[in-house]
């Protein structure tokens, strides 16, 4: 039997406890390296402004209304409307004071000026259509009415702004829309 030294033994000992050194500081490396990665691509974030449209129609008048459904966010809101060629449609604000809503002739939107606070409905807007052709089906006209929205931002001095090149929507593919029904 081949005796051990001492130097052999203290050899021993050091390499043992530097295996464990090591075996601890592991973790604490494993979590510097997992804290500071950096990933790539997209995702949609909800910044909690959601809305729903009301639309009711009664004698050829479409009388709409939004509704910030958020609990918390407030919100700024606009909406669109398209219609066929040789319609002649009218708007009228049916707002309290009846100047909440303004036309911006640049891009063609209906704006509710007014913030629209959580669990808040703007003021009616009615779209009328009138002097319709003699052939026309009044039981069938279609009157697209498109709102978007957009949280409340503050500049620097604490003035609420809309910033219209940020709009989220709630938009998913369904199926028959470019993807298969598994969805792959």
Not at 3 to 15: G, W
Not at 118 to 137: C, M, Q, V, W, Y
């Amino acid at each position: 039997m081949k005796k051990i030294t001492r130097n052999q033994k203290v050899l021993a000992m050091s390499l043992a406890a530097l295996g464990m050194l090591s075996a601890l500081s592991i973790k604490s490396a494993s979590a510097y390296f997992t804290t500071y990665v950096s990933a790539g691509g997209s995702h949609v974030v909800n910044l909690g402004s959601q809305t729903e449209i009301r639309e009711d129609v009664s004698d050829m008048t479409k009388h709409v209304s939004i509704t910030n459904t958020s609990q918390t966010n407030d919100c700024f809101v606009r909406v669109k409307v398209f219609y066929g060629e040789g319609l002649k449609i009218s708007f009228q604000d049916k707002s309290e004071g009846g100047n909440l809503w303004t036309y911006n002739e640049q891009d063609g939107y209906w704006y509710y000026e007014p913030i629209l606070p959580a669990g808040e409905s703007t003021g009616i807007l009615d779209i009328k259509i009138g002097d319709l052709p003699e052939e026309f089906d009044k039981e069938s006209f279609n009157v697209v009415v498109v709102q978007e929205c957009t949280p409340v931002i503050y500049d620097q001095n604490g003035n609420a702004a809309a910033d219209w090149s940020t709009v989220y929507t709630d938009y998913q593919k369904e199926a028959g829309q470019g993807e298969e029904a598994d969805g792959k």
